[in-house]
């Protein structure tokens, strides 16, 4: 019964050993065994029963386990059988594709090296195309030169040389036929030299022949004693003309009357021109859609660089498509004045004169060309009736870039002579001031066309002055014109700030005055207090569309002053607050400090009909009769205001 007793009493000790042999971490377990051996003499043999029990137990629950899941690991192994069938199918279609992709691809390496390769193309062709107007006046000099050669002007062909060492070949000097050419003006110096000293033989061989004969025959004819002394006179003479020739002669002969003649041709030849480029510049200006120039690649963009040095980093980081501020006539107008120069230059270049009288003679004309020709031409396009508002504007954005070209112009000028613009006698072109003056000009073109369209809009307006109550929305032809000045001004984003701010600004002035004048026309002998209220709404939308910046750069509420006299005008009868108004009047303080007595009677006048059918507040209720009575002693004061004014005056 002990022993009995001793077991009942250890199971439960022996099961909570096991439980934290399971439960506790591996260096806890030493400790929980050591239990078991401190315990009771059989203890360790009925625990390593009870352990072999819990054992089994697990084993059973472990097989258990697997025979529930066995179904399911069978049905994964035969899902991944199908699978791997598919994953095969995959696979061949995989390899498939890449090859496809691959026989593509390769056809677009050949059309991209195809590209590479035309792109290299095209620069090598821009870069010889540069090259090969930098080399053409250097050969069609030589090419002169050769001629004056064949038809034996040989004292211009070494002038010629003379400007082909001094400024034509060190443009060029890095090239090898440069080089040739060098090599063989020495050798061409030296034919001129063995030429003329052959003519000049020649010459008096022939003189020597024939001079027997000649002097026979004088003798015969004439005094011998007279004639010696007359031979010998003309023979002292020319010698010391040979000897001692004036500073101001070729060969011995006096050309300073030619000179004067060719400088007289040279102007009506400039004069020529201008009249001839005259018509060029208005075929451009009448060929021009005055929008920016759209370009879709790189091609055309470099086509536009060509024809005009334009340099905006900004534009060139945008992607394709992209537009170039100026129209189609800038460009041309670039490409035309340096027509101009070189016509200039090839009747200029044959006068024989220095590089640097050159440099002067061509900024003149080309000078005269921009302030007189290509200005009179602006000034007549931006008064012609046919150009709008966009066109105005696309016109001062265009002078901006011509402007910003004209230091490219002098720089052209300075390649084609050589001569510095350091220079100190060098003569300046004058783009700047020409065009300021067509910008300034179209600029006041664009706010006389914006106060007409302002007017147009406004002469459609159709206010019933005698209405009782008010429409409840602002009128139709206010809201078209706001929507219209709310377009034309994001036009305007692309003028300078000032430019956009004046004509806004000018605007809202012209609309403030229009309205005001609408209000106080002779014409208008009534108004209803239902038409000031319709008038005030329209007023609204006008401080609104001020307050909404429809142009950046106003400080504050500048822009919505142009509408304070209207504002404190109509405050003070929306209020009807005659006695704050009449107390405070010429206070600088005064809550209607804008309101003038005149334009207050004026329409106050027009709100009192004295004629009893039309009079609005002739009504049988008292209300009405105390406020025409209100009205009437108003007008009283206003006129004695009024009165007062003007005696003071």
């Keep these: 019964m ?141 090419s002169k030169l050769k001629e004056q050669m064949s038809a034996k002007r040989y004292y211009s062909a070494l002038k010629t040389m003379e400007q082909l060492e001094n400024v034509y070949f060190p443009r060029v000097s890095q090239y090898r036929f440069c080089q040739l050419m060098v090599e063989n003006l020495p050798k061409l110096r030296e034919d001129i030299k063995e030429i003329s000293m052959s003519d000049l033989k020649d010459f008096l061989e022939s003189i020597r022949k024939h001079s027997d004969k000649i002097g026979e025959t004088a003798m015969k004819q004439g005094d011998e004693e007279a004639f010696e002394n007359y031979y010998r006179k003309q023979r ?153 508002l966009t066109e105005l504007v696309q016109i001062i954005i265009n002078t901006t870039h011509l402007e910003q070209a004209c230091k490219y112009l002098e720089d052209f000028i300075t390649n084609i002579t050589n001569i510095s613009q350091e220079t100190v006698h060098t003569t300046r072109l004058y783009g700047l001031s020409t065009f300021k003056d067509a910008r300034h000009a179209a600029e006041g073109e664009i706010y006389t066309k914006l106060n007409q369209k302002i007017d147009e809009f406004v002469q459609l307006a159709d206010y019933d002055w005698t209405m009782s109550e008010p429409d409840g929305r602002a009128s139709g032809y ?32 012209h609309l403030s005055t229009s309205l005001m004048q609408m209000l106080l026309d002779s014409e208008l002998k009534q108004i209803s207090m239902g038409a000031v209220q319709q008038f005030n709404l329209d007023v609204i939308q006008c401080e609104l569309f001020a307050s909404s910046e429809p142009v950046p750069g106003f400080q504050g509420d500048t822009l919505q002053l142009a509408f304070i006299d209207l504002r404190q005008l109509l405050d003070l009868f929306m209020v009807w607050d005659w006695s704050t108004y009449l107390a405070d009047y010429g206070q600088p303080a005064s809550k209607y400090l804008r309101v003038n007595p005149n334009t207050a009677l004026t329409l106050l006048e027009k709100m009192k009909d004295t004629s009893k059918k039309n009079n609005i507040f002739a009504q049988f209720r008292k209300n009405d009769r105390d406020k025409q009575k209100l009205i009437e002693t108003v007008v009283k004061q206003l006129r004695s205001l009024v009165n007062g004014m003007s005696q003071h005056t």
């Design 2 to 142: 002990a022993e009995s007793g001793e077991g009942l009493g250890t199971v439960p000790e022996h099961e909570r050993i096991l439980q934290e042999i399971e439960s506790t971490d591996t260096a806890c377990v030493g400790p929980t065994l050591r239990s078991v051996y401190d315990d009771q003499p059989n203890a360790h043999k009925k625990f390593m029963e009870k352990l072999d029990a819990c054992i089994r137990n697990h084993d059973k629950e472990i097989e258990k386990m697997c025979n529930f899941h066995h179904q399911g690991f069978v049905d994964a192994i035969t899902e991944l059988l199908k699978v791997r069938a598919d994953a095969e199918k995959l696979k061949v279609q995989v390899t498939d594709t890449n090859r496809r992709f691959q026989d593509a691809g390769k056809e677009v390496i050949v059309q991209t090296e195809d590209i590479i390769r035309c792109r290299i193309q095209q620069r090598n062709i821009t870069t010889v195309v540069e090259k090969l107007q930098l080399c053409l006046p250097v050969l069609e000099m030589y």
């Design 478 to 509: 206010l809201m078209d014109l706001i929507n219209f000045l709310r377009s034309i001004f994001q036009v305007f984003t692309h003028l300078p700030g000032k430019v956009a701010q004046t004509a806004c600004m000018s605007a809202c002035q």
């Design 236 to 388: 002292k003479k020319q010698a010391r003309l040979v000897l001692q020739p004036q500073s101001n002669m070729g060969y011995g002969f006096p050309v300073n009357r030619l000179f004067d003649l060719l400088f007289e041709i040279r102007d009506q030849y400039n004069e020529t021109l201008l009249k001839k480029w005259a018509g060029v510049f208005r075929d451009i200006f009448e060929e021009d859609n005055y929008s920016p120039i759209p370009i879709v690649n790189e091609e055309e963009y470099k086509i536009v660089i060509s024809k005009f040095p334009f340099q905006d980093p900004d534009l060139e980081k945008q992607s394709f498509p992209k537009k170039f501020p100026m129209s189609q006539s800038v460009p041309h107008i670039y490409i035309q004045v340096k027509e101009f120069i070189y016509a200039s230059l090839k009747f200029s270049e044959s006068l024989h004169r220095s590089s640097t009288e050159i440099d002067d003679m061509l900024r003149k004309s080309t000078n005269l060309l921009l302030t007189r020709t290509l200005c009179s031409c602006l000034l007549n396009l931006i008064r012609k009736p046919h150009i709008g």
